[in-house]
């Protein structure tokens, strides 16, 4: 939980969005309001999931799938986003010297694409 109250969530730029905004509240927020029954999950805390998924959140590849279940196609798993906030750290490049790998149990592996000197920055 730490690690997820250092990322971004772009909160003041998704409110300028307005019908953006006021879809997520009509068709997540409030929804998800009504089902947290006794948590009482706040419009801000939703919305701030929301922002964490939509600015730090990756498509879920079917690679997701350990070697025990049935294999499913590509179209049939549907579509989907996780958070990996360690991930998140990674600066973005335009050249990066690294990159992002899909393995399984939806697990994330960061590779080097060449060699990176100690203390230079991991870029994606």
């Not at 003041?12 to 879809?23: H, P, Q, V």
């Not at 998800?32 to 801000?44: F, H, I, P, Q």
């Not at 798993?77 to 996780?82: D, S």
């Amino acid at each position: 939980r730490d690690r997820l109250a250092l990322l971004m969530d772009h909160r003041e730029e998704r409110m300028l969005e307005t019908s953006s905004w006021e879809l997520t509240e009509t068709h997540l927020v409030n929804p998800l309001k009504k089902l947290s029954g006794k948590k009482n999950w706040t419009s801000e805390e939703i919305q701030r999931c929301a922002g964490l998924f939509r600015t730090n959140g990756l498509a879920v590849q079917a690679t997701g799938l350990s070697p025990d279940q049935e294999w499913l196609e590509d179209d049939e798993l549907g579509n989907g986003r996780a958070l990996y906030p360690t991930m998140c750290a990674l600066s973005h490049s335009c050249s990066p010297n690294c990159r992002v790998m899909h393995s399984l149990n939806y697990k994330l592996v960061i590779r080097s694409t060449k060699h990176v000197p100690a203390g230079e920055e991991l870029t994606i």
